[in-house]
């Protein structure tokens, strides 16, 4: 059982103004589908990523358990008047790469990541999880996600996790400036290591800072990078990194 996610539900008849307000992406897209999208700080800060799936009478967001309780204060702080009420379910997510059952949605973020399903019992299988992250540079909550993250540099445009055109959000005026004005010098990147480095590794260059590496899978991590800096060999732990994209 996927006992690290929560699904809460967004109920009420403003719901779907409530939420476009909020997150990173758009809401109505979420409509029989699912979407990913992030709430950040008004200075365009991490506070949580999650997955939105649209019903009938209710959007259920899907979010990482370690976040559920800090999602659902926000989302309260948020309300105000609006006619919107929000619970946490005791549905389960399952996830899986292989055939897509019944009832199951398409993980939004890239084909890689199979489905998703939300439901009374867990009927996921045994995708290594950590290796398909590394090999299509997925970001983890609390892992390579944390409240130091800018989305972009965390790759959330590649993951179809921020929206351009929706219109206002919390931490809005950041993200847009990030994409139209400036180009990244900071982000996510993937590596090859040849020896024994841990996620949380500092990397260095020439004895210069150059990152830190985050989840490692065989021969291969996510960092996060100076792309500066990272031109060349560098050191994590007791081994050298090379960038492999």
């Given amino acids: 059982m996927m006992s690290d996610r929560v699904v809460l539900s967004v109920s009420g008849t403003d719901r779907l103004e409530f939420l476009q307000g909020l997150i990173t992406n758009d809401v109505t897209r979420a409509a029989g589908s699912i979407i990913y999208a992030a709430l950040l700080t008004p200075q365009g800060k991490f506070i949580a990523d999650f997955f939105v799936i649209g019903q009938d009478d209710r959007l259920l967001v899907d979010v990482a358990q370690s976040h559920a309780a800090t999602l659902a204060q926000r989302l309260m702080m948020y309300r105000l008047r609006a006619a919107v009420q929000i619970d946490q379910t005791d549905l389960v997510v399952s996830r899986g790469t292989g055939a897509m059952p019944q009832g199951a949605v398409a993980d939004p973020r890239h084909p890689a990541l199979g489905w998703r399903h939300y439901s009374d019992s867990d009927i996921s299988d045994n995708t290594d999880w950590d290796a398909l992250r590394v090999a299509h540079l997925i970001p983890e909550t609390g892992i390579e996600l944390t409240p130091d993250t800018?989305?972009?540099?965390?790759?959330?445009?590649?993951?179809?996790?921020?929206?351009?055109?929706?219109?206002?959000?919390?931490?809005?005026?950041?993200?847009?400036?990030?994409?139209?004005?400036?180009?990244?010098?900071?982000?996510?990147?993937?590596?090859?290591?040849?020896?024994?480095?841990?996620?949380?590794?500092?990397?260095?260059?020439?004895?210069?800072?150059?990152?830190?590496?985050?989840?490692?899978?065989?021969?291969?991590?996510?960092?996060?990078?100076?792309?500066?800096?990272?031109?060349?060999?560098?050191?994590?732990?007791?081994?050298?990194?090379?960038?492999?994209?």
């Avoid at 950041?174 to 004005?181: D, F, P, S």
């Fill in 150 to 245: 800018y989305i972009l540099e965390a790759g959330f445009e590649n993951l179809h996790g921020v929206d351009f055109r929706k219109g206002c959000y919390v931490g809005q005026e950041l993200v847009a400036r990030m994409k139209h004005k400036t180009e990244l010098r900071k982000g996510l990147a993937r590596v090859r290591i040849d020896g024994e480095a841990d996620c949380g590794d500092a990397i260095t260059s020439d004895g210069k800072d150059v990152g830190v590496l985050h989840t490692v899978s065989g021969d291969q991590a996510i960092a996060y990078l100076r792309f500066d800096r990272a031109t060349g060999p560098m050191q994590a732990g007791n081994a050298l990194l090379t960038r492999a994209d």
